[in-house]
């Protein structure tokens, strides 16, 4: 089976199924934001969302995560983790979804990490697709992410009365199969769907002023850029970008000890290269040096180092970063910037 | 795409987990820098490049990366020298001889030796930069026919700050290296030179081609040294230098050491000018 159709009466049983296979996750109501959560009642779960504050990273790579026990005395080392629990995340959007398959190629590149990995494994994916903007911030059309491109087991996609499913794993067909209330979908309701995806084209448009080709020339050229003093004076340095980035994956390691002060976990926490010692090594030297400095770090981590170091930007356009700055810096703007030197740049050297 | 099975069996055994090293001997060298000897559990060898670095583990206080100052040469053990000035450093220097210490590696990209068979060194070492390099110096001097004409440049502060000074002065005995001696602030007992490093770069025979000059120390030395290199005409690629970062994980992850594309855990610390000087500008220090 490819497709399956759910009607919507038929969702709050099918979650009830789902969360008893495994733990479930999934988008609900926080105040004025949307958060994801265990499901504990089913009625909370809320398929229409404006991502969450923070992307499901934080269930495949915890804010504070084991790494090891420990003893001091005698000199011990142990699995901190015996059992990762399988789980599934619902309602993942697309946008969501590329910032995982980001996190997955760094941290299968050798050297492997297991936590990761191991967590991964038990992760089953249930994406949901979107027909509209969530907001004015997002910019997934540029990034190529506002359509479902894999990395899921199941996509679903609004039709009106029902959800089309898009079965794209054995794992997936196993928690639509055998149901009274999902049954193969037929030949008319794809081709539902492939109008539903033309029909977008008409919603989504680039956000970003030029091709992701021209970006990253604009990058590979705008290192001393004014466009980076101008972010840098406006930037407070919070590390709110950093924290709701899907892929953001920098990591502090710790020790916290037990009471006895002989036995302690090591931890991986996260951590930001917004903050001013990020790269600041025990003797003082500082090697980066300014908020302009941390902020186009940033931005070059996502629009042109992950690019030559993975071929893929590790821009999602979920436009979080842009949503949570205090400072309204925003994503779309400080590209666009950026390209528009890049236009002054060549139209000058057409002069001369 | 990772086979499955070799993926599975590999998330089985962690890369943070640190191995069991034995202090075996200890020394302060100077006020600040402690000198200690480590045997691995079942007295296996680290099996390093010179260069490399390992992450150095106690618990209570995490990790920090470490240059292993002996050469691979050196059989059963390897040493490290350091300077007491984090936290924790501060706990390894409370450390004695017959204590426990976690240590994971070795990582990193080392001194290419293979590609310097055979050719003239160089070695410029400003202040704790000898530590890194005694790795390059002990292994030449243990496989000194396959090198050509050797120098060795040091420079410090004092001379209290002098590290290694009777191994020094057996290196000085070898007819074919030469060490010469500079001090920022000299003592009344000090006959050596006064200066900067960069003032002996000048005065040294070079044949440029078939020469490497490897630089290790502060991070401030590097620009003035390499100046006085390129006008020697020593080709960039045969111009090597050390880098120090900040570093939590030594695998490429955790992102402290980035520079630009590059994670310095992995691709270095060992650089050439040659890729250094691709960097457009995070490679340049700025003491807070």
């Known amino acids: 089976m490819k497709y399956a159709i759910i009607q919507k009466e038929g969702l709050s049983k099918w979650l009830e199924h789902l969360k008893s296979r495994a733990r479930l996750y999934a988008p609900r109501k926080k105040e004025n934001s949307f958060v994801f959560r265990p499901v504990r009642d089913i009625s909370e779960v809320c398929l229409e969302y404006i991502p969450t504050i923070l992307p499901p990273k934080k269930y495949y790579f915890p804010q504070k995560e084991k790494l090891l026990k420990f003893s001091v005395r005698p000199f011990k080392t142990a699995k901190a983790i015996d059992v990762f629990e399988e789980y599934i995340l619902f309602g993942v959007h697309t946008c969501d979804i590329a910032g995982i398959q980001c996190m997955d190629v760094v941290f299968r590149d050798s050297p492997e990490d297991p936590n990761y990995l191991n967590r991964k494994d038990k992760m089953t994916i249930i994406g949901i697709e979107c027909l509209n903007y969530c907001d004015k911030f997002a910019n997934c059309a540029s990034m190529g992410n506002h359509n479902p491109r894999g990395g899921y087991d199941l996509m679903l996609t609004d039709l009106g009365k029902s959800f089309i499913i898009h079965i794209n794993s054995e794992k997936g067909e196993g928690l639509v199969t055998g149901l009274g209330y999902i049954r193969e979908a037929k030949e008319s309701e794809v081709s539902l769907l492939e109008q539903i995806r033309e029909e977008k084209k008409k919603v989504f448009k680039e956000e970003l002023g030029d091709a992701l080709p021209v970006v990253y020339d604009a990058f590979d050229r705008g290192f001393n850029s004014k466009v980076w003093q101008n972010v840098g004076k406006r930037c407070v340095a919070c590390g709110n970008c950093t924290a709701v980035c899907p892929t953001c994956y920098c990591f502090d390691v710790v020790d916290e000890m037990e009471l006895s002060l002989n036995e302690g976990i090591r931890y991986r926490i996260w951590n930001y290269c917004q903050m001013d010692d990020f790269a600041k090594v025990a003797g003082g030297e500082d090697f980066r040096h300014g908020r302009d400095g941390r902020q186009k770090h940033r931005y070059y981590r996502k629009f042109k180092y992950s690019v030559d170091k993975y071929n893929r930007y590790f821009c999602t356009g979920c436009g979080r970063c842009t949503r949570t700055c205090m400072a309204q810096i925003n994503l779309v703007d400080t590209v666009n910037a950026l390209l528009n030197e890049g236009i002054t740049y060549r139209t000058k050297r057409h002069k001369l | 795409m990772i086979d499955r099975e070799i993926l599975l069996e590999k998330m089985k055994t962690s890369p943070y987990k640190p191995m069991r090293g034995k202090i075996i001997e200890t020394k302060m060298l100077t006020d600040k820098e402690k000198f200690f000897r480590i045997e691995l559990e079942g007295k296996i060898n680290l099996a390093h490049e010179p260069g490399q670095f390992v992450m150095v583990s106690i618990f209570g206080y995490a990790e920090a990366p470490i240059s292993i100052c002996s050469s691979p040469t050196d059989k059963g053990f390897f040493d490290l020298t350091v300077r007491n000035v984090g936290t924790l450093t501060n706990a390894m220097h409370k450390l004695d001889k017959g204590d426990t210490i976690g240590i994971r590696g070795p990582f990193g990209r080392g001194f290419p030796i293979d590609n310097m068979f055979g050719y003239d060194l160089v070695i410029v070492a400003g202040g704790l930069g000898i530590v890194p390099l005694r790795s390059l110096i002990r292994y030449v001097m243990s496989q000194r026919n396959d090198f050509g004409y050797v120098q ?127 960097f457009k500008g995070e490679c340049h220090e700025k003491t807070s």
């Open chain 2, 152 to 278: 060795i440049l040091l420079g410090c502060k004092t001379p209290k700050d002098f590290l290694f000074w009777q191994e020094t002065n057996e290196w000085m005995k070898r007819a074919e290296i030469k060490s010469n001696c500079t001090v920022d602030m000299a003592d009344p007992d000090w006959k050596g030179n006064v200066g900067l490093i960069t003032t002996l770069i000048p005065g040294v025979d070079i044949n440029p081609a078939r020469t490497y000059a490897v630089v290790v120390g502060p991070p401030i030395m590097y620009k003035f040294v390499i100046k006085e290199l390129l006008k020697k005409t020593i080709p960039d690629h045969q111009i090597i230098v050390s880098l120090e970062r900040r570093m939590r994980c030594g695998l490429g992850k955790c992102g402290h050491c980035q520079i630009e594309g590059k994670y310095v855990c992995q691709s270095g610390p060992v650089f050439t000018y040659h890729e250094l000087r691709d």
